[in-house]
């Protein structure tokens, strides 16, 4: 079975640009996350979708950040316009509970912002 | 505020020695602890789910237990390919019940 997928894996850009990370979650998952990874906070949960339906988003720092989920197969992290203390690695993670228990991450995108 | 804590921040171990790695936990209510494996440059990987206190769950060389305030995650002969770093999260009972909160993790090096 294929895992979650993330693309782009490696991302740079210049402040002030628009970027776009996108995700698929493992078929029949009806849960989606968004995560953020630094060597100062860890792991930080961004977004919770469930059904498509955003459920909770008040781990999303600030509104230059905005996340989609148009169907049940794909979601999207964008971030306009980026800074340099946007550079991390986000994860993108899927579960088939409806939340509860495991969740599957993806491979993650490294995003550096110049 | 739910916090997680793991400890030693990193360990270093031969091949062969046994060892274990700690994760303390304070919530409301404990709805289930897991455990992940994180390999340089890619995602967690899910390793164990534990419920309750006394709960123990196997894979190979490691085994995860449960009290009521902490988790350990026992390594027992480690091998070099167990290096990596191993993460404890923790998802609590009531209304934000999918959420995992992460410890910061234990970076474990294996030498040969």
């Known amino acids: 079975d294929a895992g979650v997928i993330q693309s782009p894996r490696h991302e740079v850009t210049e402040m002030g640009q628009e970027v776009t990370l996108r995700c698929k979650p493992i078929?029949?998952?009806?849960?989606l996350f968004w995560y953020r990874q630094t060597m100062m906070r860890g792991l930080e949960l961004l977004i919770y979708f469930n059904n498509n339906v955003p459920i909770d988003d008040s781990g999303m720092p600030e509104d230059r950040f905005s996340a989609k989920m148009p169907n049940a197969s794909f979601s999207t992290l964008k971030i306009q316009p980026s800074e340099p203390r946007d550079s991390a690695v986000y994860f993108c993670?899927?579960?088939?509970?409806?939340?509860?228990?495991?969740?599957?991450f993806g491979p993650g995108t490294r995003l550096t912002v110049t | 505020e739910d916090q997680v804590t793991q400890s030693p921040e990193a360990l270093r171990l031969q091949e062969g020695e046994s060892s274990s790695l700690n994760c303390s936990y304070t919530v409301s209510g404990l709805r289930g602890l897991f455990w992940y494996r994180q390999d340089p440059g890619k995602g967690p990987e899910f390793l164990f789910t534990?419920?309750?206190a006394g709960e123990e769950k196997e894979k190979e060389r490691l085994k995860a237990t449960l009290t009521k305030k902490e988790s350990f995650l026992h390594i027992t002969a480690p091998k070099p390919e167990d290096s990596a770093t191993y993460l404890c999260a923790v998802q609590v009972s009531g209304g934000s019940n999918y959420k995992l909160t992460f410890g910061k993790g234990t970076l474990l090096t294996v030498n040969p």
């Open positions: 078929s029949g998952h009806n849960s």
């Open positions: 993670a899927s579960s088939p509970v409806g939340g509860l228990g495991e969740q599957y």
């Open positions: 534990l419920y309750s």
